[in-house]
């Protein structure tokens, strides 16, 4: 029995220290752990490219969408479907999208502007509903698929979204003008601003006013000009340059005609200092190294609205005396006091920029005095005729940049316009403060007539204005011709100094007794009445030379480019 029992213990031990087998019994065991594991890697890893392949048809939409800003939803879904993404439900604003069924996608398409502002948290660089839209936010919910866990888990949902940005460009100008300026008195005034004499014949203004150049190929050819051979766009804006040098790199500048080089020579020589970067505003293309700008955007620039916007960026918080003498036939002598404003910082009178930009003219007050010969029972007296002029800024701001299929042949560009407002008057005003534009002046009754039996005395004024902007559009015909549109705060069809005559308060003194005599006043009134084409045409030449017309704003667009859409978020 011992034995026996013995015998049963050492089969027992033997068993319990056999390891025959274990590998097999323990993979008995974790066979369904491991099956359940490597369900779930399938599942994830499932999930994840179907994930990644919905964000990159998201991706793919919301560029599709950038570049079409005006029709962004439609852009979006022809992306998608040409893409397969299958069943698309669009969810629009007020609507609660419930648990997508299977094989259904919804998608939301948001419209709004990005900005990308570093200094901002990602999240809220977008804003949508904003007007001028300059990007689109996609999107697209679905249920995933699970192939094992799904009656475990159930189906999860995946939810991505892309954003892109599309920024169109402009470059626009105010100010600009297509009068023609004829030898003479605008020789006289622009050689005034420019502080030397010029001789340009009517031929070579007319070069001066035909001629458009490219603009970044007249930046490039002013570096040359003045040894900048390595450097930004940022760093020429910001270096001396003279109006000379100025000329010299616009007759450099590839395209410039015979006749356009010929007409500069006249200018060449001039020493006066420009604030280039108080002119023209780049905006971000300011950053771009020497060279590279007409790659990057084909804009061009008049050459007679560059001469004269440096002639009255110099002059700037300056004034300048003009005597004109006898050159306008009907006038005996002429004299004119020319004051100009500097426009607000961060606006020239031409930029390159997005939504915002903003160009203004320079704020001008001008003092005319006029001496007329009498005729009449005024024979040999003198008449005085003092004028008073003050246009204040006339302003452009971009309000909208679209090309509604993504080239530029479509491109649409709407500049809000304010025209500055013009006061006009005849009456004396003392020269103390006149070129203070801080300041009001006062004003006083002229002597128009002044001899020891006659005095004739008066003031009038005429005030021209609103202050609402009007809204100048601009197709892709008007900015590839370069047109001139004008905003008008009111419709100036009549004779400007005409229209002030008639509004001339008189009191006329013979003898010393008050008695107005018609006489004289009939006789004083046909004698004005007669020169007011003469003045008419000064003030007009005047105002033209200085890039500014009396109530009304002239805008001109120039370039504009059609930014590929990029991912910003």
Not at 63 to 92: P, Q, S, Y
Not at 219 to 248: F, H, M, N, P, R
């Amino acid at each position: 029995m011992r034995r026996c029992r013995a015998h049963r213990q050492g089969r027992a031990t033997g068993f319990v220290a056999d390891r025959k087998g274990n590998l097999a019994t323990m993979s008995a065991f974790l066979a369904p752990l491991a099956l359940a594991m490597a369900a779930f890697a399938i599942d994830a890893g499932a999930l994840y490219n179907e994930k990644r392949e919905v964000q990159t048809l998201a991706d793919i939409a919301a560029i599709a969408g950038a570049k079409r800003i005006d029709a962004a939803e439609a852009a979006v879904i022809a992306a998608l479907r040409d893409n397969h993404l299958g069943t698309i439900t669009v969810i629009r604003d007020g609507q609660h999208p419930e648990i997508p069924g299977s094989g259904e996608n919804l998608l939301t398409v948001e419209t709004g502007r990005y900005k990308p502002d570093p200094a901002l948290p990602v999240t809220v660089r977008f804003e949508r509903g904003l007007a001028n839209a300059n990007a689109v936010k996609v999107t697209i919910t679905r249920t995933g698929k699970r192939f094992f866990g799904e009656t475990l888990m159930g189906s999860p949902k995946i939810a991505v979204t892309s954003t892109a940005s599309a920024t169109p460009k402009a470059a626009f100008s105010i100010g600009s003008r297509l009068a023609s300026l004829n030898g003479g008195l605008a020789n006289d005034l622009l050689g005034g601003l420019l502080g030397t004499n010029l001789s340009l014949t009517a031929m070579d203004y007319n070069a001066l006013l035909d001629a458009d150049v490219s603009l970044f190929g007249f930046l490039d050819a002013l570096a040359s000009e003045v040894d900048l051979d390595v450097g930004t766009y940022s760093q020429l804006l910001a270096t001396e340059v003279t109006i000379g040098d100025i000329a010299k790199a616009v007759a450099a500048t590839e395209g410039a005609s015979p006749a356009l080089k010929t007409a500069l020579n006249g200018i060449a020589t001039t020493t006066l200092e420009v604030p280039l970067s108080q002119m023209i505003d780049l905006g971000n293309a300011a950053s771009l190294a020497l060279g590279s700008g007409r790659g990057a955007f084909d804009a061009t620039v008049g050459v007679m609205e560059l001469i004269t916007g440096s002639a009255v960026a110099a002059n700037g918080q300056n004034q300048l005396a003009l005597d004109l003498g006898a050159t306008i036939p009907g006038l005996a002598k002429v004299t004119a006091a020319v004051a100009i404003g500097e426009p607000m910082q961060q606006s020239g009178w031409f930029a390159l920029g997005e939504h915002g930009s903003v160009v203004r003219t320079a704020q001008t007050r001008a003092r005319i005095d006029v001496q007329i010969g009498g005729t009449g029972i005024l024979s040999g007296v003198a008449i005085k005729l003092p004028l008073f002029l003050e246009v204040a800024y006339a302003e452009g701001r971009l309000k909208r940049v679209a090309c509604p299929d993504g080239t530029t042949s479509s491109a649409q560009v709407t500049v809000a316009t304010r025209p500055g407002i013009a006061e006009l008057r005849i009456a004396e005003t003392s020269t103390t403060g006149f070129a203070d534009f801080t300041r009001t002046l006062s004003f006083q009754d002229a002597d128009i007539v002044s001899v020891p039996l006659i005095k004739v005395r008066g003031q009038a004024r005429i005030n021209i204005g609103n202050g609402q902007p009007t809204d100048l559009r601009f197709n892709a015909t008007d900015i590839r011709n370069a047109t001139v549109k004008t905003a008008s705060t009111r419709d100036i069809t009549t004779s400007l100094t005409a229209s002030l005559l008639e509004e001339l308060d008189l009191e006329i003194r013979v003898l010393g007794l008050g008695l107005g005599l018609n006489a004289v006043s009939t006789t004083l009134a046909g004698i004005l009445g007669t020169v007011t084409p003469a003045i008419d045409g000064l003030l007009d030449t005047l105002l033209g030379v200085l890039g500014v017309r009396l109530g009304e704003a002239d805008v001109k667009v120039s370039g504009v480019s059609c930014a590929r859409s990029v991912l910003v978020q």
